[in-house]
């Protein structure tokens, strides 16, 4: 493995990872003590939903538009606020680093920009907390994509499992990990769209933030017309690693559809997109294990197990925690950041070189 050598003496360092992730809920936090590399000892996890009031202040900014600098304070706030809730909540789980994701508004690594907003200067004083952020900028500065980030962490938390293995992440987004048997054995990539398009569905047709439970999915009946024209779309061919913004399969909504068919469709694209990255993979996997919010979907889950040929199951089947992961990955990578560890490698962001990233951020006496 590339960075493996030399661990058994590590310092394990305790840390909060906070993630605000392209499904605009809420922001996760979630406890870990690790090296950053194999030892990984999970802890308590605190989810803090935005008020619905800074959601839509938040969704009106996205392709960094509008009034980004007071979002971009709010949002600081608000994760001071949730990290707040973390210490009340669990007095006796002390942290010294906080990796903070922020929030991404604006994702064209074509063009070399990422932006994540988030002042992490202001969190650290706020917090009074040594803060790494900035997760994306060099790798994408450096020609990579900058997503998925999360593949090293899936990568340790899977030492122990039969490979090759895919783990799957569907926020906003999804995107896979695939980890073969070799340490150095892995690919990552976007699949496609995720929970957005069909949020957004929902909210446009119900004012409801979400299709809560696939309850208007398995309403209605997909469109296979819809899929198949869906599938055409060159970015399903593009050999990876590649990335999405979290938009840029919104025309891909423009249904002629009633409500519950739509639903119904968009859960099937999805699963679809899942499905046509195993042409990818350079060995199928023998099981999928699913993270982010879609695995509560019952209707996407069904969608997914007719369409990938293997099985496919919630990441708690392998003892990990779901809705804690992408914290977690952070809290990971700040680790990895302080220690001067590679966040990214080719096979995960189409970096040239294992990349390291993340800026530190101290409070101010």
């Not at 933030?209 to 017309?225: C, I, K, M, N, T």
């Not at 249904?255 to 199928?284: C, K, N, Q, S, Y």
Request: hydrophobic share 45%; net charge negative; aromatic share 6%.
């Amino acid at each position: 493995m590339d960075d493996m050598a030399g661990s058994s003496n590590t310092k394990r360092w305790q840390a909060l990872g906070l993630m605000s992730g392209t499904s605009l809920d809420g922001i996760d936090v979630a406890w870990l003590e690790t090296d950053g590399l194999e030892h990984i000892t999970s802890g308590p996890a605190l989810t803090v939903p935005y008020p619905a009031a800074f959601r839509e202040r938040l969704r009106a900014v996205l392709g960094g538009v509008g009034p980004v600098a007071a979002v971009e304070a709010e949002l600081t706030r608000l994760h001071a606020e949730a990290v707040a809730a973390f210490r009340t909540r669990h007095p006796d789980m002390s942290f010294s680093l906080v990796g903070f994701h922020g929030h991404t508004i604006l994702h064209r690594p074509a063009e070399r920009r990422t932006w994540q907003i988030g002042d992490g200067a202001r969190l650290a004083n706020l917090v009074d907390c040594d803060v790494v952020a900035d997760f994306r900028g060099a790798d994408v500065a450096a020609g990579g994509e900058g997503a998925p980030l999360a593949p090293l962490f899936h990568r340790a938390l899977a030492a122990g499992l039969a490979k090759p293995l895919a783990v799957l992440n569907i926020g906003g987004v999804a995107n896979v990990t695939w980890i073969g048997a070799a340490d150095d054995d892995i690919l990552a990539f976007d699949t496609g769209p995720g929970n957005a398009l069909l949020d957004d569905w929902v909210r446009r047709h119900t004012g409801a933030a979400a299709d809560l439970d696939g309850a208007l999915a398995r309403a209605g009946q997909a469109s296979e017309e819809h899929v198949a024209r869906f599938l055409q779309s060159p970015f399903f061919a593009r050999r990876p690693p590649k990335s999405l913004d979290r938009d840029d399969f919104r025309d891909a909504a423009a249904l002629d559809l009633g409500i519950a068919d739509g639903a119904a469709t968009l859960t099937e694209m999805t699963a679809a997109a899942v499905a046509a990255a195993r042409r990818h993979f350079p060995i199928p996997e023998r099981e999928w294990l699913v993270c982010g919010g879609g695995r509560h979907n019952p209707a996407l889950r069904t969608a997914l197990a007719r369409r990938v040929e293997a099985p496919v199951r919630p990441v708690e089947a392998a003892g990990w925690q779901g809705d804690a992961l992408e914290a977690q990955a952070f809290a990971y990578l700040a680790v990895r950041s302080m220690r001067g560890l590679p966040l990214s490698l080719p096979s995960t962001t189409g970096v040239p070189r294992p990349t390291r990233g993340g800026r530190l951020f101290r409070p101010v006496s």
